[in-house]
């Protein structure tokens, strides 16, 4: 049993490691048929090299960017969470909030993040708001859409039990829903990153939105391709930490 979740881990990830390959040979394959000038596009071996020769540099501020990006993924998850089981339980609140939410998430990304900074200062704050607010909405649609769709039946047969509204959310229609709330999470898993990334290049002083926009400016090129590669990386991660670990903390979500 032990040696099933590394080849589980390898099987999911081979896909992924197959398709880069591929991705790089037609880089590199571009490169050597179009010969653009490297500020233009830089070859994977430059970008490779912009992260060889400053390793201490991309560390520190993917460093911050990591710490951004999981505190606005808790954050948002746990709020996105609460408030999907707040309008299951009072269905007349979801009356008034779920217009509400559909009207923020209409919103473009980059018209709330400057009046974040604008609010919240330059500082880690704004950016992990920023995480939390692309986070909550498909936590919350998806939790919400799971508490919505219990059974019928299944919920008159609870009320023959006489068991009360707080006792039939809480004992059936949430542990029922567990496998749409995995699902929110993992479409919000790759949303963290640009959350976090959105509210830099608006405004900071550090992490890997800073690195690209300054290396953007001086036309160093390797280096923001050098910090995509890190933040992909990172969005890659955090997609397959909430895939292995959500069917084991919700083991009967995994089938469904």
């Avoid at 591929?22 to 233009?40: D, E, K, M």
């Avoid at 900071?204 to 953007?216: D, E, P, R, Y």
Wanted: no cysteine; aromatic share 10%.
């Amino acid at each position: 049993m032990r040696g099933q979740y590394p080849l589980s881990l390898v099987s999911r990830l081979w896909p992924l490691v197959r398709a880069l390959a591929v991705l790089l040979v037609l880089w590199q394959l571009a490169i050597w048929l179009f010969q653009p000038p490297h500020y233009i596009l830089p070859s994977p071996s430059q970008v490779l090299s912009a992260l060889v020769r400053q390793p201490g540099f991309f560390l520190s501020h993917s460093l911050i960017t990591v710490s951004e990006i999981v505190l606005g993924f808790v954050l948002g998850a746990g709020l996105g969470a609460l408030a999907a089981i707040a309008m299951a339980a009072i269905p007349r609140l979801g009356q008034y909030v779920w217009p509400v939410l559909l009207l923020f998430q209409a919103l473009p990304v980059f018209v709330i993040a400057p009046l974040l900074v604008v609010w919240f200062g330059f500082g880690m704050a704004s950016k992990v708001i920023m995480a939390m607010l692309i986070i909550f909405f498909p936590v919350t649609s998806s939790f919400a859409d799971g508490l919505r769709r219990t059974d019928p039946e299944l919920l008159d047969a609870t009320a023959l039990t006489q068991a009360t509204h707080w006792q039939t959310l809480f004992h059936v229609r949430l542990p029922l829903a567990m496998p749409s709330l995995l699902s929110g999470l993992r479409v919000a898993a790759p949303l963290a990153p640009l959350g976090a990334v959105v509210g830099e290049w608006v405004g900071s002083a550090a992490g890997l939105g800073f690195v690209m926009v300054q290396a953007n400016a001086r036309m160093q090129t390797d280096v923001v391709f050098a910090a995509m590669t890190i933040l992909a990386i990172l969005s890659v991660a955090l997609f397959h930490l909430i895939n292995g670990l959500g069917p084991r903390m919700v083991p009967w979500a995994t089938n469904q």
